[in-house]
């Protein structure tokens, strides 16, 4: 069983209509990196196979993701690039050592800024992609805490 992807615009106009969003900051995530698919993240689908393949393949495995939370596969269909955002309620301080070494240890890499489009000032953001993928994240209000 697979599950689709979908056009980054249903989440800008869902999220347009939330007071919890910096679509703005969304949007030139997506356009920056050619982002035109996404798709929801459950503790069903592998991450790296994700990154790597593009495809999200049901399976009965479970993994689980540190402090996954608010989470959304992007993919760029031209290049194929993915990678795996997530917005958790925490301080990067206090989960950059953990989930450094859970994506380090699975062959990934996390990124981790203070800033986050999800509830600014309240999330952090987390973007996990493969080793050499570079995600863009040149937003003036994104400050990167580390690879």
């Not at 049901?58 to 760029?76: C, G, M, S, W």
């Not at 997530?86 to 989930?99: E, F, G, L």
Request: glycine share 6%.
């Amino acid at each position: 069983m697979t599950t689709n992807w979908y056009s980054v615009k249903s989440d800008i106009d869902y999220y347009s209509k939330d007071h919890v969003c910096n679509v703005d900051v969304l949007k030139g995530f997506c356009e920056l990196n050619g982002f035109t698919k996404l798709t929801g993240v459950t503790r069903h689908y592998n991450p790296l196979k994700v990154l790597q393949t593009g495809k999200m393949t049901f399976t009965f495995d479970i993994f689980e993701v540190p402090y996954l939370d608010h989470a959304r596969y992007f993919k760029n269909t031209k290049t194929g690039v993915c990678c795996l955002v997530y917005h958790p309620y925490q301080k990067v301080s206090s989960i950059q050592n953990i989930v450094g070494e859970w994506a380090y240890c699975r062959g990934m890499k996390a990124e981790f800024y203070d800033y986050s489009w999800y509830y600014p000032g309240r999330c952090c953001c987390v973007i996990i992609s493969l080793p050499g993928t570079v995600i863009e994240t040149e937003f003036p209000d994104l400050k990167k805490e580390g690879d």
